[in-house]
Nanobody, 125 residues
Framework: QLQLVESGGGLVQPGGSLRLSCVGPGFTLGYYTVGWFRQAPGKEREGVSC????????NYADSVKGRFTISRDNAKDTVYLQMNSLKPEDTAVYYCAARGRDGRLNMGPEGYDYWGQGTQVTVSS
C-alpha cells in the first residue's frame, strides 16, 4: 500500500506561518493530483487545497483562499502547503493524499486513494 509522509506541522501563534511538505516514498508523486485535507476534533475531514500533477491547476477552500498556497516541485517529488496568516480555526491534523484513478482535481477526501498519517497544526497564543 502506497503511503505519503507529511512534515512541517507544529505550534504557531495567530498570524504566523507554517509550510507543510508531502512526499511519497517509493513512488513518483509527480504523476498524481495531490490534495491537502484537515480534520479538527469532532469534525469531518475537509478539503483545503489540491494541485494537478503538472502544477498548472489548483483549487482552494474558501476558508483559506488568499492565505494558503499549494505548490509542487516534481524534481524533488514534493508537494507543499504554505500557510500564512494562520487563525485558531486552522488548528487541525493536516493530511496529504494522492489521487490515483485519474488526474482530475477534487476537493473531496473520497476522491483520493493514498494517504499520509497526518501532521498536527496548532494555532494558539
Amino acid at each position: 500500500q502506497l503511503q505519503l509522509v507529511e512534515s512541517g506541522g507544529g505550534l504557531v501563534q495567530p498570524g504566523g506561518s507554517l509550510r507543510l511538505s508531502c512526499v511519497g516514498p517509493g513512488f513518483t508523486l509527480g504523476y498524481y493530483t495531490v490534495g491537502w485535507f484537515r480534520q479538527a476534533p469532532g469534525k469531518e475531514r475537509e478539503g483545503v487545497s489540491c494541485i494537478s500533477n503538472s502544477g498548472n491547476s489548483v483549487n482552494y477552500a474558501d476558508s483559506v483562499k488568499g492565505r494558503f498556497t499549494i505548490s509542487r516541485d516534481n524534481a524533488k517529488d514534493t508537494v507543499y502547503l504554505q500557510m500564512n496568516s494562520l487563525k485558531p480555526e486552522d488548528t487541525a491534523v493536516y493530511y496529504c493524499a494522492a489521487r490515483g484513478r485519474d488526474g482530475r482535481l477534487n476537493m473531496g477526501p473520497e476522491g483520493y486513494d493514498y494517504w499520509g498519517q497526518g501532521t498536527q497544526v496548532t494555532v494558539s497564543s
